[in-house]
């Protein structure tokens, strides 16, 4: 009689090893992404304490990012070139060394070089952890592999500001770094003990472009520098901030022309040909947008208007967070069974009706009126994450896997700069734009206003306060509240615009390819 037999298109791992690796690599993505925002809640302490300017201890920040998004897209090269298994584990220990010299800095350029090198290696631990995810499970698990590592993506940094808010309250800011040490060593001994050792690389090596590689940090740099300083330096009416654009424009155009003239390219932008990735790289700026740029808003709301500490606005920024790891399991499910581009639809559909609710924001909005917004929030993130990386990856040769996810976790980074750059500017111009408009209604003969103005006057009367005095400060108040108006009707706006691009970009769906829901093949013998 004949048996059927159950052959696999990728190789199988041990079971053990396999989920071991993924917890190693997870560990390692996780200390990347959390150090990308728990450095935010500690800025005013590292200022104090190091005797720096805020604009100064700002590149505590910068720092990390523009080496960051430098070293993501070389991370497949670095892994071909050094050995995949040793370039990682390598990484993971050059960014616990690096976190115990950020923790250790006595003055502020010390600290921004340690980040520096922080963000160097933490690119390459992001990068290669999907890459040999993709590589170490079968595509009939992918589903759950990538769902594990998709909750450490989402989740990552919205945990930043919780964790580093608890830190830097109860035992101080260089902790912010310390925590990295033994959750970075544990990952070092599974990744040491549980990856596959690297083949034999070739005794003569390809010479290196350093031409491409100084383009590219160049540009990129630069790009991510004009993202995240443009608006302190109130963008292109700084000379810096204009010489940075055009630097950032011609350092990449040429380094995209150089890669594709090249027969051994630093990147392989070539793997951009199949259109699931560009497509899906688009969407994953725009998902970059919404999860950075959407978390940029709510924590300055919160301690804006409902004055929170960062202890308190990382608490509110929790539910969403381990909802998201929570429920990845079930997208993962969903998108075995259904196709990926219709979970990916539902979910981009259900983020943006989120965010046009939390653009329902009055100044009487409170912390429990953000609780559930903010809890499907986390869900809909979900439900786009995964089926997005699925879909974009799906007919991608697995060759190719390794340059495609360097690329594809850049254009995440990109998004949150570019979302975080432009709901900023965003907040600060729609401000204005309603504060004018409120000061031009608010005549000063209109019975209201006279009516408010009585109202608070008699008020401060009441309270022992003098006439003239009482006038003032009822002014004074009322300027104050239009104010605080304005401010929150222009985070309403930005609300309304990520969900309005959420919704023009997701159309591009329909070009991503379509995840095979069973990788095996029945053989009879």
């Known amino acids: 009689m004949a048996a059927a037999v159950t052959i696999d298109v990728a190789p199988r791992t041990n079971a053990v090893n396999k989920w071991a690796i993924g917890i190693a690599v997870a560990l390692g993505a996780l200390l990347e992404l959390l150090d990308t925002s728990i450095v935010n809640v500690a800025l005013k302490e590292m200022q104090a304490s190091l005797g720096a300017t805020l604009s100064e201890v700002s590149w505590v920040i910068s720092s990390y990012g523009i080496a960051n998004v430098i070293i993501l897209p070389l991370a497949a090269w670095l892994g071909e070139r050094f050995g995949k298994k040793r370039y ?100 070092i001994a599974m990744a040491a003990h549980y990856l596959q050792a690297d083949e034999a690389r070739p005794a003569k090596k390809a010479k290196v472009d350093w031409t491409s590689l100084a383009l590219l940090a160049a540009g990129l740099g630069s790009l991510q520098f004009f993202l995240e300083e443009g608006n302190a330096h109130d963008w292109f009416e700084s000379n810096l901030i204009t010489v940075l654009f055009v630097v950032a424009i011609v350092g990449c155009v040429a380094f995209v022309l150089r890669a594709l003239r090249s027969e051994t390219p630093v990147v392989d932008l070539r793997v951009l040909r199949h259109r699931s990735l560009w497509a899906g790289s688009i969407l994953s700026v725009i998902v970059g947008m919404a999860l950075y740029g959407g978390l940029f808003a709510i924590p300055i709301y919160a301690q804006t208007f409902l004055r929170f500490t960062s202890q308190q606005t990382g608490l509110l920024l929790l539910p969403g967070a381990l909802t998201s790891a929570i429920t990845m399991p079930i997208a993962a499910k969903l998108s075995r069974r ?142 104050g509240t239009v104010k605080q108006q304005a401010l929150v009707m222009a985070f309403a706006d930005t609300f309304w615009a990520t969900a309005a691009l959420i919704l023009v970009f997701l159309p591009l769906v329909f070009l991503l390819g379509k995840p095979s829901k069973d990788a095996a093949v029945e053989v009879g013998h």
């Not at 590589?135 to 594990?148: C, D, L, N, R």
């Not at 909750?151 to 500001?161: D, E, F, M, N, S």
């Not at 570019?418 to 000063?444: C, D, Q, Y």
Request: neutral net charge; glycine residues 12%.
């Open 88 to 187: 990682f584990v390598f990484s993971l220990v050059g960014f616990v060394a690096a976190s115990v010299l950020c923790g250790l800095s006595t003055n502020l350029w010390t600290l921004v070089l340690a980040r520096v090198l922080q963000g160097l290696t933490g690119g390459g631990l992001l990068a290669k952890a999907q890459a040999i995810l993709f590589e170490t499970f079968p595509k009939e698990e992918q589903p759950m592999a990538q769902g594990f590592f998709g909750a450490i993506v989402i989740a990552g940094p919205t945990l930043g500001p919780t964790v580093g808010g608890y830190l830097v309250t109860n035992v101080g800011w260089r902790w912010i770094f310390f925590v990295n040490v033994p959750v970075g060593i544990l990952a």
């Open 338 to 479: 259904f196709d990926a581009r219709v979970v990916l639809a539902a979910g981009g559909t259900l983020l943006a009706t989120t965010l046009w609710h939390l653009g329902q924001l009055s100044p009487q909005t409170g912390g429990d009126d953000l609780f559930w917004p903010l809890i499907v929030r986390g869900l809909a993130t979900v439900l786009m994450f995964l089926p997005l990386q699925l879909a974009a990856f799906a007919p991608i040769p697995k060759e190719e896997i390794a340059a495609a996810t360097g690329i594809f976790a850049l254009t995440r980074q990109l998004g949150g700069a570019t979302g975080v750059a432009l709901l900023t500017v965003l907040l600060e111009k729609r401000s204005a734009f309603h504060l004018a408009v409120l000061n031009e209604k608010l005549v000063a003969n209109d019975p209201g206003v006279l009516e408010r103005l009585n109202a608070l006057t008699r008020g401060m009367l009441a309270n022992g306060v003098p006439l003239n005095e009482a006038k003032l400060r009822a002014l004074a108040m009322l300027d």
